[in-house]
T-cell receptor, first 110, second 113 residues
Framework: DSGVTQTPKHLITATGQRVTLRCSPRSGDLSVYWYQQSLDQGLQFLIQYYNGEERAKGNILERFSAQQFPDLHSELNLSSLELGDSALYFC?????????FGPGTRLTVL | AQSVTQPDIHITVSEGASLELRCNYSYGATPYLFWYVQSPGQGLQLLLKYFSGDTLVQGIKGFEAEFKRSQSSFNLRKPSVHWSDAAEYFCAVGSTNDYKLSFGAGTTVTVRA
């Protein structure tokens, strides 16, 4: 158990819908990262927050957004969902240079 | 830009045999390098990491990896594989600015009895 929690574990929704994925980092970790794992793209970095501020951005679509709250938990919002958004979404947290990953949220878009 | 190549998509090894997984990276400076393991239906677990110093690093579960700057490689090894080592293994390089990780495509390891 890494200490990073993600909810929900599974999410099934329809195209065009909007969903929110939640991540609680390890106690004391200020950084939160989001990654997407899909069969065709592999594991891709989406976005990083540090103590509430956006720190780095990767291959994140404009339909996706994220935020980190004062209690350091983070949410990833995915809107106007498409079939291709079906993937495993991981959150990771870190204090410094080593990231610890949560169990992931499996999103299925039908 | 940073990138990682894992040349082997799938490796099959007998239980008790040795295992070596290859990883080549591209990064402009001294990289942060990691190996993670993902068991079916699970998240990513950190096996080991290299930042600096001794180029042979020890990790959990009996794994080790060797950093070779001249070959831009960070290969993972285990002397004797157990059935529970069947999983997917990811090599990653981390940015020294913001620590974001770039992952290889992964190597799936199958262990046969």
């Amino acid at each position: 158990d890494s200490g990073v929690t993600q909810t929900p574990k599974h999410l099934i929704t329809a195209t065009g819908q909007r969903v929110t994925l939640r991540c609680s980092p390890r106690s004391g970790d200020l950084s939160v990262y989001w990654y997407q794992q899909s069969l065709d793209q592999g594991l891709q970095f989406l976005i990083q927050y540090y103590n509430g501020e956006e720190r780095a951005k990767g291959n994140i679509l404009e339909r996706f957004s994220a935020q980190q709250f004062p209690d350091l938990h983070s949410e990833l919002n995915l809107s106007s969902l498409e079939l291709g958004d079906s993937a495993l979404y991981f959150c990771a947290s870190s204090w410094g240079d080593t990231q610890y990953f949560g169990p992931g949220t499996r999103l299925t878009v039908l | 830009a940073q990138s990682v190549t894992q040349p082997d998509i799938h490796i099959t090894v007998s239980e008790g045999a040795s295992l070596e997984l290859r990883c080549n990276y591209s990064y402009g400076a001294t990289p942060y390098l990691f190996w993670y393991v993902q068991s079916p239906g699970q998240g990513l677990q950190l096996l080991l990491k290299y930042f600096s110093g001794d180029t042979l690093v020890q990790g959990i579960k009996g794994f080790e990896a060797e950093f070779k700057r001249s070959q831009s490689s960070f290969n993972l090894r285990k002397p004797s594989v157990h059935w529970s080592d069947a999983a997917e293994y990811f090599c990653a390089v981390g940015s020294t600015n913001d620590y974001k990780l770039s992952f290889g495509a992964g190597t799936t390891v199958t262990v046969r009895a």
